[in-house]
């Protein structure tokens, strides 16, 4: 008797239990859904309201070029972009195939005829224009991480040579890189002479323009991190007696990485805006080129398609911003950088 | 004085300051034996993290200097390993990577790589930090991190270890823990071993001698007390010991009444 009253009790006493985990549990799910809710639903809603006050009053302001575009319109362009693509992209094939064709037949005529295959020649589209833009920007952006990573490590350990091109960087660090464009363009035809030439001029004047803008961030950033290196951990690598390269490469560059990084993205931030600008003023081909198209063009579907256009200049830039961050997650010993 | 295995010689130190020199520690004898603990006892800035960085190397003295088995000592070096107070580990590599850059650094020549891998092992066993070799600093809590750290001194198997208040930054209870470690390692490697503390009962504890320091500017040794308590000691029995309270007391006196006592 006595024991069953104990198997019942225990019994009862596992089903109290068993529920109070259940509910303990659906109440871990609920929080989770509930923070879930907030991360999505918070932005949604900031979202919805700037649509509102966008559209509203869009459509209070009257230009030459007809009422300023609502999100309707916007959307509209964006989906007739892709659609004009897509139909580029279809009569490119077209051609292709009509190429194909006539040198096959040309071929089983005469096996030895001479063949030629010409590249279509068709307008970029809105995504070829995007495509130029991230190649441009990135290559620029390459190549002034190339430079001014070292030049940041070999600042931040000497302090002589810190001294001595300091005031170099200060004077340069606050000029506009669209100063330099008409220069770099310049010296670009005048040096760059070549018959076949690999990269086009307009492609390497933006390259370098953007070039010209990512070296200071980079540079200052790397050589701060280097030189405020924590003083306790230059103390255990002289205790260690750690020999110059083992320093430099264990110690100094592992622990000026966070920096090094804040100073990439700031410079891959600020060479994304330049370059959109570059374009605009040198006619070369991208983004920017197709918002100074646009508006020259001046059709009643202009602002609406230089909208696409900026929202995609957005997107894209916070898109390189991610990479970045990832890029730096996959690198860096510290995991806790984020967007912000 | 079975041997004078660490000698500081009238060891003065001036740093300069916009307002001309600042003497930080003026006249600063004391010899250590092979395998003595000695703790470094005094008021915050009377420059007991001078004395150990000079001896560590890390700061030159102005006059007078630190002799290690008669070789004068005149850069930092692996046979005076440092423990630093906020346990100085390098946050992008993990316990077993921390002690492996001291120990490659130390025995390249002449351990084999299976040989260093033990080597490694055997000091994080000795800190019971083996079960957490493979985490990052981050990961691990504060006593932990010091373990680590003390594995990375020992690693370098130091003639002297070098401890500037290797336990400040620890609660209560860790820092107990981390004590008891200590007499362990101690009573089996018999380092010879200086520590700074602020902690009385650590160092009466700890010690064959205290070594009390007077106040800067100009500080100097102002009293050394032997504690003369049978190893190995027990804290919790030391408690109710009339000898212990003794020496506790007479630290507790020199740092309340005598400290301000200006050298001669």
């Known amino acids: 008797m006595t024991e069953q009253i104990m198997a019942y009790v225990g019994n009862a006493r596992a089903g109290f239990i068993g529920n109070m985990i259940k509910l303990f549990k659906g109440k871990i799910m609920q929080d989770k859904l509930q923070a879930l809710a907030k991360s999505l639903l918070l932005p949604i809603l900031a979202f919805g309201v700037f649509l509102m006050l966008w559209s509203s009053v869009a459509s209070q302001i009257q230009t030459s070029l007809g009422v300023v575009p609502g999100p309707v319109q916007v959307w509209e362009q964006a989906v007739t972009l892709y659609e004009e693509h897509n139909e580029e992209r279809t009569s490119e094939q077209a051609f292709m195939d009509r190429q194909t064709k006539r040198n096959e037949a040309k071929l089983a005529k005469n096996p030895d005829a001479e063949i030629k295959t010409r590249p279509y020649t068709g307008k970029a589209t809105y995504f070829d224009q995007i495509w130029t833009s991230i190649f441009t920007v990135l290559t620029g952006f390459l190549i002034a991480s190339i430079i001014a990573i070292p030049l940041g490590i070999i600042c931040g350990l000497s302090t002589s040579i810190y001294t001595a091109i300091n005031p170099l960087i200060q004077m340069f660090k606050p000029v506009s890189p669209l100063a330099w464009l008409p220069i770099v363009t310049m010296i670009v035809s005048a040096v760059y002479v070549s018959d076949d030439p690999l990269f086009s001029k307009s492609y390497l004047n933006s390259a370098i323009t953007v070039t010209l803008c990512c070296l200071w961030p980079t540079i200052i950033n790397t050589t701060v991190g280097v030189s405020s290196i924590d003083n306790d951990l230059v103390n255990v690598s002289r205790v260690l007696r750690l020999g110059w390269v083992t320093r430099v490469f264990k110690i100094v560059l592992p622990s000026s990485v966070p920096m090094m990084f804040a100073g990439l993205r700031v410079s891959l931030g600020i060479g994304w805006m330049v370059l959109i600008a570059a374009e605009m003023l040198s006619q070369n081909p991208g983004l920017g080129k197709f918002v100074w198209d646009e508006f020259q063009n001046g059709s009643s579907n202009s602002l609406a398609r230089i909208m696409v256009a900026v929202f995609t200049i957005g997107i894209v830039g916070f898109l390189l911003d991610w990479l970045m961050l990832s890029l730096q997650r996959f690198v860096s010993w510290d995991k806790s950088a984020t967007v912000r | ?264």
């Not at chain 2, 083996?130 to 809590?141: F, G, L, T, W």
Request: aromatic fraction near 4%; charged fraction near 25%; proline fraction near 4%.
């Open chain 2, 1 to 264: 004085m079975k041997n004078e295995h660490l000698l500081l010689s009238k060891v003065t130190i001036d740093f300069p300051t916009d307002n001309g020199p600042y003497r930080a520690l003026d006249d600063v004898n004391l010899s250590i034996a092979e395998g003595e603990f000695v703790s470094l006892i005094g008021h915050s800035g009377c420059g007991k993290s001078t004395v150990l960085n000079i001896v560590a190397g890390l700061h030159q003295a102005t006059s007078g200097g630190v002799l290690l088995d008669g070789r004068e000592v005149d850069e930092p070096g692996p046979e005076r390993a440092v423990v630093f107070q906020n346990h100085s580990l390098l946050p992008w590599l993990t316990a077993y990577g921390n002690v492996e850059l001291a120990v490659k650094q130390v025995f390249a020549r002449t351990k084999s790589k299976a040989e260093m891998d033990e080597w490694i092992r055997h000091n994080l066993e000795l800190v019971h930090m083996e079960h957490a070799m493979d985490k990052r600093p981050s990961e691990i809590s504060g006593g932990m991190k010091q373990r680590v750290g003390i594995a990375r001194a020992l690693a370098m198997e130091p003639k002297v270890l070098l401890m500037d208040e290797p336990f400040g930054a620890l609660d209560a209870l860790t820092r107990a823990h981390m004590q008891e470690s200590l007499m362990e390692i101690q009573n089996e490697l018999r380092n010879t071993v200086i520590m700074i503390t602020h902690d009385v009962d650590e160092a009466v504890l700890l010690s064959d001698r205290i070594v009390m320091m007077t106040n800067g500017p100009a500080a100097t040794i102002g009293e050394i007390l032997s504690i003369d308590l049978e190893r190995p000691r027990d804290r919790l029995a030391l408690a109710d010991d009339p000898q212990y309270n003794h020496y506790r007391a007479e630290v507790l006196k020199f740092l309340h009444d005598r400290h301000n006592k200006v050298a001669a």
